[in-house]
């Protein structure tokens, strides 16, 4: 038979195969050559074993996975030299590049597996490029012909032996990438050669021969593999390239690795490590896109770490006047949602605010300062006053859902703007042109919100308590919440506003249960004998008390309450009228009843107190974290409390 003529050798499930195609002589002669590998060059038992170690790292003990390197004739097979330093992702030089797509262009017009081969043939060296470029297009052309319908796919089986040679010439290359572009095609085939691939890469990252940027690589390549639960367990075992290498961290690679946390489960905790003893040296170099990037990492795995944010809240006060409207604005959401801030970024959200004030442009901007303030607490007078004036001018432009942000903060956090008159004033119009474009919700929020300010929305009362907006809360998805809000707001209404002929709501009579802070209810099993004292005996002090004649909520239960002995069985016989200044309501203040600097009562809380003695009531702040520092100190305890009954708030 001749040459022309010879049997196209394939193997498939350990038996060759016969196809009666023509063939090329210099195919036939390249293939012959495969057949010929060396022992050595066939498909390998994995030289690599695991286990795990005791990793110290301060006061930090952790378990980990390693990777771990048989050893063969004696041989100490590890080379811990560096071959690389941190930098940038450089894949490939120019040069590289321009030579691995002139080899795929030419790749990419084989359409059979006898294009490549002949191709191949004509090679004086395969390269690892060029071997790279082949092994993707045989799997390009074997896809290819299994999608299609056609009964015969015997044409489109690869040749074992030319894959393994291939296989070898490419892990022969000390590019990292192409190894990893082989990795990621015999993935998605799940490929015999995905070990030979795997196990070349980790011995590349325990001998220390990647780079920073190289290691983040191989774990985003390794991670993005959720399938496979060998490459999961793999890919906990490269934090050994990552260890020990902080000098040769810049902002550039340490960002990188910030990006692969999301791969990470067991050694999650000992990269952040890394990364935090860089950040200390490394912040003032990072740039604007780079915190963001950072915040969105800890967003991504939920990850709060009490070293790095402090200097990020560092590197926010440094670099504020730096800052775009757009990189603020999603630096301050970010926070809020990672729940933190601190005296760093309050700073520099004020000096922002005092020097751009009424120049910002960006609504959302102010609307994220606003919702900042109010989640923390933060009643600093120049933020706030700044805001103001931003409502005052630009209120009217702002969109509906927007409002609410910029206006209810003021209520809650007790703070009366300085330029009250045109704010009121502004605040007034704005609800009247949007009145119907604001959510429900957002509309009982401002309204109590100005309650609390005694700014009472006597133009809107008609607006709320009439039966179309009872319709539309009763028909929403929470109308048990607005029910509430709209009750609250009746009823501060009725006690403080002789404009409002209320309670315009019917009372309701049915059975409720209402939540206690625990916190203060094991406060008062510990000192309950002080406050007995005070009271003087036990049938003159009651705790949680539920007033009568009044809507009731958690805002309304009086902590602890001084009366005349047997009161508390005949509540109901409370003349609210005649025993003025009689009953003395004690409120244990718990932190979040303060602003953040711990001296002003929050809006809500101050309303509790006005309601209690328009009540007829006496009302006595109590500090719980006082009342909890003294508890183990009887007298000074019995000191503390007598001298706030004596500083007292008189009935109304």
């Known amino acids: 038979m001749s040459s022309t003529m010879a049997l196209h050798l394939l193997l498939r499930n350990g038996k060759f195969l016969q196809t009666n195609r023509s063939i090329p ?65 450089t894949k490939f030089t120019e040069a590289e590049s321009d030579v691995h797509q002139m080899i795929h262009k030419e ?47 015997t044409g489109a089986v690869p040749n074992p032996d030319l894959l393994q040679k291939l296989s070898n010439i490419i892990i022969s290359t000390d590019d990292i990438y192409a190894l990893l572009r082989a990795f990621n095609l015999c993935v998605s085939k799940n490929d015999v050669y995905l070990n030979i691939f795997c196990d070349e890469i980790l011995k590349r990252v325990t001998d220390n021969k990647l780079s920073i940027f190289q290691v983040c690589d191989v774990v985003a390549s390794f991670g993005s593999n959720k399938k496979d639960e060998t490459l999961s367990e793999n890919v906990e075992k490269l934090w050994i390239g990552l260890i020990g290498r902080e000098k ?12 692969i946390l999301n791969h990470l489960k067991a050694s999650r905790k000992i990269v952040l490590r890394v990364l935090e003893r860089r950040m200390f040296t490394l912040w003032w170099q990072i740039k604007s896109d780079s915190v963001i990037e950072i915040l969105n990492s800890f967003i991504k795995n939920n990850i ?49 605010v005092k020097f751009k004030g009424l120049n910002i442009k960006l609504d959302t901007l102010v609307v994220a300062i606003m919702n900042h303030c109010s989640l923390f607490k933060i009643r600093n007078p120049h933020i706030l006053s700044g805001c103001a004036e931003y409502f005052i001018i630009n209120g009217r432009q702002l969109s509906p859902m927007f409002i609410k942000p910029v206006l209810y903060p003021f209520g809650y956090l007790n703070f009366h703007p300085s330029n009250g008159l045109k704010f009121w004033e502004a605040v007034e119009n704005v609800l009247e042109e949007n009145f119907l474009k604001i959510s429900i919700e957002d509309m009982l929020d401002i309204m109590l919100a100005c309650v609390y300010l005694e700014k009472y929305p006597i133009n809107f009362i008609p607006k709320i308590f009439n039966a179309h907006f009872l319709d539309k809360i009763n028909s929403s998805e929470n109308a048990g919440v607005l029910r509430s809000k709209l009750k609250l707001l009746d009823t501060a209404l009725s006690l403080e506003c002789k404009a409002h002929k209320g309670p315009l709501l019917p009372k309701d009579h049915g059975a409720k249960s209402y939540l206690y802070d625990g916190r203060v209810k094991r406060l008062l099993n510990h000192t309950r004998e002080s406050f007995e004292i005070a009271a003087g005996g036990v049938d003159c002090f009651s705790t949680f008390v539920v007033l009568p004649y009044i809507y009731t909520t958690n805002l309304y239960i009086i902590d602890v309450m001084f009366h005349p002995p047997g009161l508390r069985s005949s509540m109901l016989n409370w003349n609210l009228k005649k025993d003025r200044n009689v009953n003395v309501a004690l409120l244990i203040h718990v932190p979040e009843h303060f602003c953040s600097y711990g001296d002003t009562l929050l809006g809500p809380q101050v ?46």
């Open 304 to 352: 709060f770490n009490s070293k790095i944010m402090p200097v990020l809240g560092k590197w926010m006060n440094t670099n504020i006047h730096t800052l775009s409207e757009d990189n603020l604005f999603e630096i301050t959401v970010k926070l809020n949602m990672l729940n933190y801030t601190d005296s760093q970024i309050e700073r520099a959200l004020e000096r922002y």
């Open 25 to 89: 002589t210099s195919i036939f002669r390249f293939l012959s050559t495969c057949k010929t590998l060396k022992s050595d060059d066939k498909v390998k038992s994995s030289d690599l074993g695991s286990s795990t170690i005791l990793m110290q790292d301060g006061l930090t003990v952790q378990e980990l996975p390693v990777i771990v390197r048989r050893i063969k004739n004696m041989i100490f097979p590890f080379n811990n030299t560096m071959h690389c330093t941190s930098g940038s992702s």
């Open 607 to 652: 309303m509790r107190i006005k309601h209690l003695r328009i009540l007829g009531l006496k009302v006595v702040n109590l500090k719980y974290e006082i009342l909890s520092r003294l508890r183990m100190h009887t007298k000074e305890l019995n000191k503390y409390i007598v001298e706030n009954i004596k500083k007292s708030q008189s009935a109304l």
């Open 248 to 259: 040769e961290f810049d902002e550039k690679s340490a960002i990188k690795c910030f990006s």
């Open 107 to 153: 790749f990419v017009r084989c359409s059979t597996l006898d294009d490549v081969y002949l191709l191949l043939s004509k090679c004086s060296t395969i390269t690892p490029n060029i071997a790279l470029g082949a092994m993707e297009r045989i799997f390009k052309i074997q896809d290819e012909s299994l999608n299609s319908r056609s009964v015969d796919t």
